[in-house]
């Protein structure tokens, strides 16, 4: 049984989850060697820092998303006018 606990700012979250795994398979017997040397270093030695996550640069910051909105609806309106402007001159002319 896995369980799981989170808890952050006062927020708790928890869960639990029944696994089931397969059975381990099966290696065929070898011959006893010696057991490897253990160097000292690689057992003494500091894990990696996490990784960085992909996504950054300046599209990941939060203006970024308003200004590709605002950007996209002012397009959408010129095309708009663009292509309907015969329309619009049309019903604000003086051609009475």
């Known amino acids: ?3 799981v606990r989170f808890e952050h700012e006062g927020i708790v979250a928890e869960g639990s ?3 089931e ?3 381990a398979a099966q290696e065929p017997e070898e011959p006893e060697a010696d057991p490897p040397v253990e160097d000292d270093t ?3 030695a ?3 820092p996490p990784r960085e996550p992909p996504a950054t640069g300046w599209w990941t ?3 970024a998303f308003n200004t590709a909105i605002v950007v996209f609806v002012v397009g959408l309106i010129g095309g708009l006018i663009y292509t ?3 329309r619009l001159r049309d019903r604000f002319s003086d051609q009475r």
């Open 1 to 3: 049984e896995l369980f």
């Open 17 to 19: 989850r029944t696994l």
């Open 21 to 23: 795994l397969p059975a």
């Open 42 to 44: 690689a057992a003494a």
């Open 46 to 48: 500091s894990p990696s």
């Open 61 to 63: 910051e939060p203006w």
């Open 84 to 86: 309907h402007g015969w």
